[in-house]
């Protein structure tokens, strides 16, 4: 069994397979120990199977308990064997879109006390004691306020867990070597964006600059890409098994906004605090003892 422990942050069922999901397997199959966090059950996303659309938010409003069993089969496809909800299941709930009424619901992550949060997350850091992290960039990738929330808890809870004062009740103090975000290059955007056009998509994002994209990094700002080819059919079917979510086809995957997307064979970040022997590692844990 491998000593390389991974602690992967992520908002909302689906999200892991998005922006991490090649590198969630790739450590799996190496045998490192993986623990994915995911704050929310999605209940605000938008349902793709007509068959389960009355579980939508104005309607029964029980999205989230499907999406715990789509999260259960991604895992499976994942080889993850360790995923916990943050603060346990329906304690936070999906915050929605930035500027929906749902982000005022007092229950939902958007509005959760930072502390109290993070106080959920501390003891998993104390007790998997993982030497990197990884979660969302500071505006959560595309400003999504969960996203958002995602990284401010993942962050502060990092830093507390790392102070043997702080809350000793919640184990023995852990400090993170290696903290990454998620980062989409614009190199590679655009790569996508030309994929899209050459096989016929005309819609509004195919027809977009990628250097107006909020969400596409400066290449030069990349510290890890990471080649996940070998782990694209664990990849696809842990995205298939978020079929509330993703449609996935011909190479693509498109979310609830149909706007498609290659499934990338690499996966790239930034590094946010610790240090590696060159840019970009191939590997995040590269020269860590």
Same mark, same amino acid.
């Given at each position: 069994?491998? !000593? ?14 998005? !922006?991490? =999901? =090649?590198?969630i397997? &790739? ?18 996303g ?8 009355h579980?939508?938010?104005d309607r029964e409003? #029980?999205?989230g308990a ?6 259960a089969?991604?895992?499976k ?8 909800l943050?603060? $346990?299941?329906?304690?936070? &709930?999906?915050?929605?879109?930035? =500027? ?8 939902c992550?958007w ?25 969302? #960039?500071?505006f959560?990738g ?7 929330q995602?990284?401010r808890v ?5 830093v507390?867990?790392?102070?043997p ?6 184990g ?15 190199s590679?955007v655009r790569?996508?964006i030309?994929?899209l056009?050459?096989a ?8 977009? #600059?990628?250097? #107006? ?11 890890? &890409?990471?080649?996940? !080819?070998?782990q694209l059919?664990a990849k696809?079917g842990?995205?298939a098994?978020?079929? !509330?979510?993703?449609n996935?086809?011909? $190479?693509f995957f ?5 706007e498609g ?7 790239f970040?930034?590094?946010a605090?610790g240090?590696?022997p060159?840019?970009p590692?191939?590997?995040?844990f590269?020269g860590l003892a």
């Open positions: 069994m491998s !000593s390389r422990r991974l602690l992967v942050v992520h908002a909302h069922p689906d999200d892991e397979v998005l !922006s991490t =999901g =090649g590198l397997a &790739r450590h799996t199959a190496a045998g490192d120990q993986v623990t994915l966090v995911t704050c929310t059950l999605g209940e605000e938008e349902i793709l199977l007509p068959e389960i659309s579980l939508a938010a409003d #029980d999205l499907h999406r715990i069993e789509e999260l089969e991604a895992m496809a994942l080889g993850v064997t360790d995923n916990r943050l603060g $346990g299941p329906g304690t936070y &709930r999906d915050s929605g879109m930035m =500027g929906e009424p749902s982000n005022d619901r007092p229950d992550l509005q959760a006390d930072l502390r109290e949060a993070a106080d959920h997350l501390i003891p998993v850091i104390r007790e998997v004691r993982p030497q990197v992290m990884v979660t969302y #960039d500071d959560g595309y400003g999504h306020p969960d996203h958002i995602a990284h993942a962050t502060y809870a990092a507390l867990a790392a102070v004062s702080y809350r000793p009740d919640l023995a103090a852990w400090e993170i070597q290696r903290w990454f975000w998620t980062a989409f290059p614009v590679e790569k996508g030309e994929a056009r050459a016929g998509d005309t819609s509004d994002f195919a027809a977009m #600059d990628p250097d #107006d994209l909020p969400f596409a990094v400066a290449d030069e700002f990349v510290d890890a &890409r990471v080649d996940v !080819s070998q059919p696809r842990a995205m098994a978020h079929a !509330s979510q993703i996935l086809e011909q $190479g498109a979310l609830s906004n149909n997307m290659p499934v990338f064979d690499t996966e970040f930034l590094l605090k240090e590696i060159a840019r590692v191939t590997d995040l590269e």
